[in-house]
T-cell receptor, first 115, second 116 residues
Framework: GAVVSQHPSRVICKSGTSVKIECRSLDFQATTMFWYRQFPKQSLMLMATSNEGSKATYEQGVEKDKFLINHASLTLSTLTVTSAHPEDSSFYIC???????????FGPGTRLTVL | AQKITQTQPGMFVQEKEAVTLDCTYDTSDPSYGLFWYKQPSSGEMIFLIYQGSYDQQNATEGRYSLNFQKARKSANLVISASQLGDSAMYFCAMREGQGGYNKLIFGAGTRLAVHP
């Protein structure tokens, strides 16, 4: 079946550094990918919609300059958390819809810890 | 306004019993899709079942069934013959519109604990 991968699965970084998270569709092309953030014991909150070849669409309240999204190919979207701070510590998870299938395929998630 | 409401923060069920997880939704779009996902402690999101707004019959997938009551705007998940491995967070989600590329909106989730 369709698979979405994320890398890294876990990252710990110092405050002020930037972290890049990759989301790949492994056996299908994804012109659209979604990035979610999940704080402990909370639900998934959509951050942005990543569109191949064009700018991402950010949800209200999400800082586009802080969470940079690049969707440079049909199988790869990246989320860069710039100048990360402890409050950015969270579980980041991406998903990609597959044409003709009534679901989105989720990556395994990336747990970011900012010290 | 909250579009997806899961009113049960936690539920307990005895192994082999059935359990219903509640979900209500709000939308003015006549075309929408409703989803249930399971999230174990590992964090992965596991797709369980889908119901389209125009589907006449309730969706079923193995031990999972969706009790779709359109007039009440509810889409409850029924898990039959609960197993210990069913212990996890369960999220109801909605996609507005017909397109599979539209975003999902998630409810707050329900934590299910299955007891032996």
């Amino acid at each position: 079946g369709a698979v979405v991968s994320q890398h890294p699965s876990r990252v710990i970084c110092k405050s002020g550094t930037s972290v890049k998270i990759e989301c790949r569709s492994l056996d299908f092309q994804a012109t659209t990918m979604f990035w979610y953030r999940q704080f402990p014991k909370q639900s998934l909150m959509l951050m942005a919609t990543s569109n191949e070849g064009s700018k991402a669409t950010y949800e209200q309240g999400v800082e586009k300059d802080k969470f940079l999204i690049n969707h440079a190919s049909l199988t790869l979207s990246t989320l860069t958390v710039t100048s990360a701070h402890p409050e950015d510590s969270s579980f980041y998870i991406c998903s990609a819809p597959l044409s003709g299938v009534n679901t989105q395929y989720f990556g395994p998630g990336t747990r970011l810890t900012v010290l | 306004a909250q579009k997806i409401t899961q009113t049960q923060p936690g539920m307990f069920v005895q192994e082999k019993e059935a359990v219903t997880l509640d979900c209500t939704y709000d939308t003015s779009d006549p075309s929408y899709g409703l989803f249930w996902y399971k999230q174990p402690s590992s964090g992965e999101m596991i797709f369980l079942i889908y119901q389209g707004s125009y589907d006449q019959q309730n969706a079923t997938e193995g031990r999972y069934s969706l009790n779709f009551q359109k007039a009440r705007k509810s889409a409850n998940l029924v898990i039959s013959a609960s197993q210990l491995g069913d212990s996890a967070m369960y999220f109801c989600a909605m996609r507005e519109g017909q397109g599979g590329y539209n975003k999902l909106i998630f409810g707050a989730g329900t934590r299910l604990a299955v007891h032996p």
